[in-house]
């Protein structure tokens, strides 16, 4: 059973810097994809940072030059370091890993497995 466990929430002032961290376990594979999104009251979830296994990123236009993701495939983590922070930064932030696997008789496998979620705060 695969689990995203989030660490890094919190409440910021405006201006200042929070980093999330995401252990994802429970596989013996690697994950293609791993990233990011947020929801915030009344809002659908959206995509804010992912990266894949190559090292590929994409960042929603609200946040580039202000968030970095990182990925550590041997250790099947990733970081997302939040800079400049915002108001409007403020959700709940959710880990998502993506994995494709084949199986027997090259069946394929599409899984999007999801942390619980942790909150972060940008507020005076």
């Known amino acids: 059973q695969v689990q995203l466990v989030e660490s890094g929430g919190g409440l910021v002032q405006p201006g200042g810097s929070l980093r999330l961290s995401c252990a994802a376990s429970?596989?013996?594979?690697?994950?293609?994809?791993m990233g990011w999104y947020r929801q915030a009251p009344g809002k659908e979830r959206e995509l804010v940072a992912d990266?894949?296994?190559?090292?590929?990123?994409n960042y929603a236009d609200s946040v580039k030059g202000r968030f970095t993701i990182s990925r550590d495939n041997a250790k099947n983590t990733v970081d997302l370091q939040m800079t400049s922070l915002k108001p409007e930064d403020t959700a709940v932030y959710y880990c998502?890993?993506?994995?494709?696997?084949?199986?027997?008789?090259?069946?394929?496998?599409?899984?999007?497995?999801w942390g619980q979620g942790t909150q972060v705060t940008v507020s005076s």
């Open positions: 429970g596989s013996i594979f690697g994950f293609n994809v």
């Open positions: 990266m894949s296994e190559g090292g590929n990123t």
């Open positions: 998502k890993a993506y994995q494709r696997t084949i199986g027997l008789a090259g069946r394929i496998s599409d899984n999007n497995y």
